[in-house]
Nanobody
Framework: QVQLVESGGGLVQPGGSLRLSCAAS????????MGWYRQAPGKQRELVAS???????NYADSVKGRFTISRDNAKNTVFLQMNSLKPEDTADYYC?????????WGQGTQVTVSS
């Protein structure tokens, strides 16, 4: 079983930056996909960005050009660099790791973009 712990959330002004980290308790080397999702109050959880084992990335249209996902297999960690943050980016952000037959979610970290 893999446990995921997100960190790096907080309060930031519009236009600011945050870097989220998702640390896994076990190896993520064999994970097929790692992703960041977010859920704003009253809305469904949505995919923000994902990265495959081969390094292929995918982004929601709303964050393209502003967010960057990366993974460090040696440190069992996936990152989400968020730049040019907007109030509409405010949400709880969750990390997910998908293996061949099972996936794991983290507990989430809150991001608030407000002046």
């Amino acid at each position: 079983q893999v446990q995921l712990v997100e960190s790096g959330g907080g309060l930031v002004q519009p236009g600011g930056s945050l870097r989220l980290s998702c640390a896994a308790s076990g190896s993520i080397f064999s994970a097929n996909v790692m992703g960041w999702y977010r859920q704003a109050p009253g809305k469904q959880r949505e995919l923000v960005a994902s990265i495959t084992r081969g390094g292929t990335t995918n982004y929601a249209d709303s964050v393209k050009g502003r967010f960057t996902i990366s993974r460090d297999n040696a440190k069992n960690t996936v990152f989400l660099q968020m730049n040019s943050l907007k109030p509409e980016d405010t949400a709880d952000y969750y990390c997910k790791v998908e293996f061949a037959y099972i996936g794991y979610w983290g507990q989430g970290t809150q991001v608030t973009v407000s002046s």
